[in-house]
Every structure is written in C-alpha cells, then in structure tokens.
C-alpha cells in the first residue's frame, strides 16, 4: 500500500504556474483507461480491497468501490475539479512523489465524458456523503449512509461522443482491456484484494498473496507457481525484484516481460531488452522469457511527468539499472539448471511425462489460461532431412582431455547413455549437440575465405530477398555473393561452417533475414540442422566426446531452454525398486 502520509490532506486546485508543467494531454480515451485512474486512486487512498464491476464492456456502466481512506465532503465537493488534487502542492513536490496520480485531472477529465456519481466515507466522520454530476456539474451533494471508503460509479461514458462511441470497440474488446488494465495494477500490489465481475458474473478473484502468486494467478491457471523464482538485488538510489520465469516457459513475443517502475506498468523498452538479454543464454532463436521486472527508485531519479497516462518514464540512471538487471539475471539463470532427478517426486520430470495438467512450455497448447505459451521445440520449416543409416560421426569439440566417463550405451535412438562411478547420465543426443554446435558457431566470427566458392541455385524471390539482406549476414562472418541472377555462392565463412556448407544455405534460403533477433535465430536453426537428430546411428567413441562436452556445459540447456541430460544414481534406482 501507498504511505499513509497522505491521509487526511485536503485536496487544492493546482495554480497555474504547477499545472502548466505538467504533461498535458487526454487521459480517458475508453472503459479501460477510467478503470486505470479510479483503481489508481483507490490504491492511493491506501485501500486494502478493490472492486471492479462494469456492464456493457464498462460503457453502460462502470463501478470503482475500496476500502481507501476515504474524503470529506469539502474534498468530495472539490475533487472533480480540473487539477484538484491532494497529492501534490508544487512541481518539487513531484521529485519526492510516489503516488500513482498527481495531476489532479482524472475525475475531472471523467465527469466531462461521463455521468459520475461518488460515495465516500471518511473515517470519523459522521456520515457518508455523495456527490452527483452531470456534464461537469453537480446536481447533488447529500449525506448518505455508507462504507468505509469511496465508490465511483461512471454511468453513460461518452453518450453524448458519439464519434467516439464509433470509435470504441466492441463490448467485448472493452472487456478485455478492462481485465488486462486491472491485471496491471493488481501485479505490483499483491497485498490488496481485486476483484473484477459483469453482470453479476465473477471474473476474476485475487485474494492479497506473495508476490510470486500474484503474478503466477495474474497469468492464469495454467502456470504453475513453481515456474516463477523471485530474485531481488539493489544499487544506488534503486532495488531491483524480478519474479523470473522458468526458462521452459516463454513466448514467441515480448509480451510477457513486463516492467514496473514504482508499480506502475511502463514500457521502457530498454529495461525489457536488459530482462530479454539476460535469458540468452537459456533461451534463444526467437523465445522470449515471461518475467516480471519491479524497478523501484527514488522518485527524483525517475521522471514520469513526460506522458499523460504515465505509461513512459524517462530514468537518470537507466545504464546502470540495466547492468545490474541482466548480472542479477545471469547469475539466477546460472544456477537455475536442473541437474538431479529426484526419484522421490516420481519422476516428475520432464514435468510433463506424468500426464496431469500440461506444464508451459511443454504443452503446444494453449491451455486454460488466455496465454498461449509454446513447445519449446517445434521442428523447423522443411523439417529434417531423411536420416544417413551409417553411423555418423560426431564432431564436437577438438577436446580430447580424459573423461572419467565410462560408455554404456544407446537407448531409443535418442539418448546415449553414460556412467561416472555411481552416476548414470542420460543424455538427449540431437539437444546436446545442437547446444554444442550453437554456442560454437556464436563464438566464431572470423571469416576466412573459401578455397571453392560453395555456389547455389535460388528461385526468384530468394533472389530478390538475399539481394536485399545478404550485407547482413557479414555480421556472423559469412560472405554470401550474387554471381548471376538466382545464383549466389557462399564465399567466405567462419572455419566451424564449413562442415556444414549444406546446412548453412539451407538455413540462409529458410530464414532470409532482417528480421527482429534473426541472428539468434538463424544460429539457432543452423544448429538444429547441423545436430544429429534423434533416430542417427552415433559411433561409440564419437557418443562419448559428445557425452563429456555435454557434462561439462557452463549451460546445460538447449537452445530452446531445455535441459540435456538428466541424471540418477545408484540410490535413485535403488530406491525405485524397493531395495532401500
Ligand atoms: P489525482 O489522483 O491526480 O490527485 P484525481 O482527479 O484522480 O487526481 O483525484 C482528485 C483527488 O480526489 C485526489 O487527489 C484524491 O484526494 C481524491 N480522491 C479521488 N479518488 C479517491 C478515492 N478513491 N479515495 C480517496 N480519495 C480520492
Ligand atoms: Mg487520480
């Protein structure tokens, strides 16, 4: 809750000289964005609960109730006012701010749209009172028995804009920006309880839990609490929370990195790269983690007086938030490995092997929950080629240092299995290889020419589109040419591709480039094309040198977050049959 600081203080119209400095712009646009001032506003007042109930997508009728402190009725009678506020006396006072309002102009800026009736009970008074407007102005003023706190109800939002009534979406469409808008403010306050309904139907019900839950509830029933790990860390004149998503979950979108600068949602696309660049290096080729980022900051080092809704926010101190982001990330992601299988959750891992509800990021569908959330490995377009009987050979890395790993075998064509003194490993082969061949071809950026030029033929699109991207490909050390029209060649390249010649223009000719993250993911793709697959015939020798690479990963996840190898030992299986 919002210091109580504020309890008590008398609500005054701003002077000019204030409100003149002070973003100027609309605020209430649709149902949604009412919702977003009056649940400010109760969050303000310190309220424990907040209730939103709305009919007609929030457009017949829409209704703000909380359990806040609550105002007089001089300040009920002031507080429609154009920049009447209790929050703020002058633009200093703005440094030292950490409500979610101040400009004095939600109330206002809704009674000129809408009709407004307010309900407010101040503790120690005698008695509620109300307040009736209509087009701006009062019809009533009257006690009136009430609760403890105020209830605004917004009636006939702009009935008489019918232009923006057009404008508006449909009921449902309100719906939903109504839900996602509360979602936002009850995030960052998981001590309150929200509660949202229509027409008498429950939407949703958030009682006042730890943060980790609210957030895990916020994304709806498919995500599992467990999937999310809170991890704090400050600096100067900062603290930093992120609640951070397993790296099984995530999305094909940033949408679900969501930033919190003094619990309001903002979009400061700096501080969700800062969440995204962390992930990459247990997520990459186009999978965005879910993680919710809570930024909390000295109110003079953070300016929010630069959009009307609030919804940017320009920080003194962005580059130093931004490190501290992606080293306190790192070091969680580090650590975040899944190494020993414990029998004793029966076998509960992968997580979804058990059956039972699909855990994200295993399940390609979207389940309950709105949140589509994806495989983590869906087979690239053009899927793979027809697999080579001989055994092939694995080229990992040109390590040859002594393992103390002995080779026991291959099971399902899949996995290869290894064994160190009284510990078995299962390795995921096609994964394990792929990771290895990933993080090589990352490192390698220096081209060298090739002796042949590799030439390939291309259709007239892939013509046109290499002729507009193939510079971009320098970035990872490849020369791609035009030799003639739809025929190129690849002319120069890291030593690493060269055993991959194939699988390197089929990867250029699928994925072309420009677009967002393209490099991650043509890596990415690269590798998965150049990996052994399940089902290859591996040799023994070659199944080993993959085996001790793998063991020894700083990341032992493949590039889509999951892990390679699980692992058991002698009690595990012992226990597994009884004999312990
Ligand atoms: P601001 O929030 O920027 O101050 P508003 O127009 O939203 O401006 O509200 C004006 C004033 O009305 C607030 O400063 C506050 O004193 C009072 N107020 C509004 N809503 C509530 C509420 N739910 N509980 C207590 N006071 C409120
Ligand atoms: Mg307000």
Redesign the pocket.
């Known amino acids: 809750m919002i210091s109580n600081s504020l309890r008590g203080v008398p ?1 005054a119209v701003l002077p000019d000289s204030v409100s003149k400095r002070i973003a100027a712009g609309e605020v209430i646009e649709r149902p949604a964005s009412v919702v977003r ?1 009056l649940i ?3 969050l ?2 310190g309220a424990e609960a907040v209730e939103v109930e709305y009919r007609g997508g929030g457009l017949d009728s829409l209704r703000v109730r ?1 359990t ?4 007089s009725r001089e ?1 009920l009678e002031k ?1 429609h006012l154009p920049h ?4 703020i006396r002058s633009l200093d006072d703005l440094d030292r701010s950490r409500t979610l ?8 800026s809704i009674a000129a749209v809408a009709e407004l009736e307010i309900v ?1 009970f101040r503790e120690g008074d005698d008695s509620g009172n109300r307040i009736l407007l209509r087009g701006g102005a009062v019809t009533t003023l009257d006690s009136v028995p009430a609760n403890r706190g ?1 209830s ?1 109800d917004v009636r006939r939002l702009f009935a008489d804009f019918p232009a923006r009534r057009r404008f508006l979406g449909r009921a449902r469409g309100e719906a939903t920006a109504i839900r996602n808008t509360l979602l936002d403010k009850a995030i960052p306050f998981p001590d309150v309880r929200f509660t949202l309904s229509s027409e008498s139907r429950k939407i949703l019900t958030l009682p006042p839990s730890s943060l980790v839950r609210r957030v895990s509830q916020a994304f709806g029933q498919s995500v599992r609490e467990e999937m999310f790990q809170e991890i704090s860390g400050s600096g100067d004149g900062f603290s930093l929370t992120v609640v951070a998503g397993h790296p099984e979950l995530f999305r094909r979108d940033r949408r679900l990195i969501q930033v919190f600068v003094n619990r309001r949602r903002v979009w400061e696309f700096r501080l969700m790269q800062a969440v995204e660049y962390a992930y990459t290096d247990v997520l990459h080729g186009g999978l965005y983690p879910v993680a919710s980022l809570f930024l909390d900051i000295d109110p003079d080092k953070a300016d929010f007086n630069i959009h009307p809704a609030k919804r940017e926010v320009r920080l003194r101190t962005a580059g130093e938030i931004h490190h501290r982001i992606v080293e306190l990330l790192r070091a969680h992601l580090h650590a975040y490995t899944v190494k020993h299988v414990s029998l004793d959750r029966e076998l509960t891992f992968p997580p979804s092997a058990t059956g039972g509800t699909p855990s994200l990021g295993y399940s390609p569908e979207p389940t309950k929950g709105k949140i589509p959330f994806f495989a983590p490995h869906e087979s690239p377009a053009g899927g793979y080629k027809p697999e080579p009987l001989q055994p092939h050979s694995v080229p990992t890395q040109p390590d040859d240092s002594p393992t103390d790993l002995t080779f026991v075998g291959f099971l399902f064509e899949t996995f290869i299995i290894v064994q160190r003194s009284d510990r078995v490993y299962i390795i995921d082969q096609h994964a394990a290889h792929e990771r290895i061949l990933y993080d090589r071809f990352r490192e390698s950026r220096a081209s060298q020419p090739l002796l042949i030029p590799e030439e390939f033929e291309v259709t007239e699109d892939q013509d046109a589109s290499l002729s507009r991207v193939s510079s971009e490909y320098r970035s990872l050390g490849i020369v791609i040419e035009r030799r003639e029209p739809r025929r190129w060649a690849v002319a120069s390249a890291p030593p690493e591709y060269r055993e991959n010649l194939e699988d390197l223009i089929e990867t250029i000719l699928e994925l072309g480039g420009l677009e967002e993250a393209w490099d991650r993911r043509f890596l990415a793709e690269l590798a998965c094309k150049a990996a052994v697959k399940g089902g290859d015939r591996v040799d023994s020798g070659s199944a080993l040198k993959l085996a001790h690479t793998t063991l020894n990963l700083p990341v032992p996840r493949c590039p889509h977050g999951r892990p390679l190898w699980v692992e058991l030992d002698r009690n595990d299986l012992l226990r597994l049959i009884g004999r312990l």
């Open positions: 609500i001032e400010d506003n109760s303000d007042a909380d806040g402190w609550g105002m300040d507080c009447a506020t209790s929050k309002g101040f400009r004095g102009e939600a109330l206002s407010s105020t605004v």
